[in-house]
């Protein structure tokens, strides 16, 4: 029996494009694993890591966390994850990350969410949370049963900074500027997949069908389904 080739994949879309989403998608029908550097240096900064102390201190200052703490901190991950097909979000951003991971390993794929700015502004300043618990509303698509109040416990949402229009528009044009140099990099590589669409539920049919040339689907049952 022949054992096919581990799948290194990289998907990237500016915030808000659905990239939580579409990604809890791949690694429940594809089995791949997951690793997020936001979720990764909200780890280290929450249990006081070395690099998650160093880390903090550039965020608190407002400051982007240097290309090499951050390949540094994705990199110790990846080693864990040498048996397993994989997906990175959030990295790299630069193309100095990426020039560090290719010395690393090579990348078979990256996928990226073309979702228009407008589309994104309204999706992110409709959202609010529930800080307690990290539950998400959208004010479009899925509000909560009374405006402004948790639906479990009654507290009262809030709109984090991150979702207030000014601070949507100027993260999308920094993530446009950041990013840019990177999708020409993989592009130039023949590596660059770009699925263009204003809806995850209709980009994603195929992004999983792009997949299931390369991965057999571990949840066969329901496949091109959003459950």
Known sequence: MVVPPLLRAVIMG?????????????????G???????????????????????????????????????TQLMLNELKGLDQYNWL???????????EALDKECQIDTVINLDVPFETIKCRLTARWIHPASGRVYNLEFSPPKVQGIDDITGEPLVQRDDDKPETVTKRLQAYDAQTKPV???????????SFSGTETNKIWPHIYAFLQTKLPDVNQKDAATTR
């Open 183 to 193: 999708l020409e990099y993989y592009r130039e590589k023949r590596l660059l997949k």
């Open 88 to 98: 990175l979000d959030g990295f790299p951003r630069t193309v100095a990350q990426a």
């Open 32 to 70: 791949m694993k997951h690793l997020s550097s936001g979720d990764l240096l909200r780890d280290n900064m929450q249990k006081r890591t070395e690099v998650g102390i160093l880390a903090k201190s550039y965020i608190d200052q407002g400051q982007l966390i240097p290309d090499d703490i951050m």
């Open 14 to 30: 500016p915030p808000g494009s659905g990239k939580g989403t579409v990604s809890a998608r791949i690694t429940k029908h594809f």
